[in-house]
């Protein structure tokens, strides 16, 4: 089983609350951050998608915060895709302090969008592969 994508992300000032922690809203910033860094990672943010006329669309997030991240605290955000039948998938990531100390978890369910009908396409692991997405990286573990 492969380790999921991630990326470090230091804590600033500007981003903490009235009680000196990270804002909340924050949290999803910094999943947004992975799972784009992913997808351009993956091939999903140049060309082949464009030139299919498709676009990733999110359409839930959620999030369990576990851990308070402090000014200067330093975070790993992982994303890690999960795919199963119908028109949506997952990109869920973990924030994780730098000992593994689990700060929050994010699920956020996604679909491709078709931009010329403005309407959800069925298969999206299908329709990325065949737009030339590297699926194998936004699903290291097969499923």
Do not use: W
Request: aromatic share 4%.
């Amino acid at each position: 089983m492969s380790e999921p994508f991630s990326v470090r992300i230091k804590v600033r000032h500007y981003e903490l609350d009235t009680l000196g922690h990270l804002n909340h809203a924050v949290y999803h910033s910094y999943a947004e951050v992975a799972r784009l860094e992913l997808m351009e990672k993956a091939g999903a943010l140049d060309g082949g998608l464009r030139e299919v006329n498709l676009a990733a669309v999110l359409l839930e997030s959620h999030i369990s915060f576990r851990r308070e991240l402090r000014a200067g605290d330093s975070v790993d955000v992982t994303c890690e895709g999960k795919f199963a039948q119908g028109k949506t998938f997952h990109l869920d990531s973990n924030i994780l302090k730098p000992d593994g100390t689990l700060a929050a978890e994010i699920t956020c369910r996604l679909g491709l969008m078709d931009l010329e009908r403005r309407k959800l396409v069925d298969d999206p692991r299908g329709r990325l592969e065949r737009a030339g997405v590297r699926v194998e990286l936004l699903e290291p573990a097969g499923g």
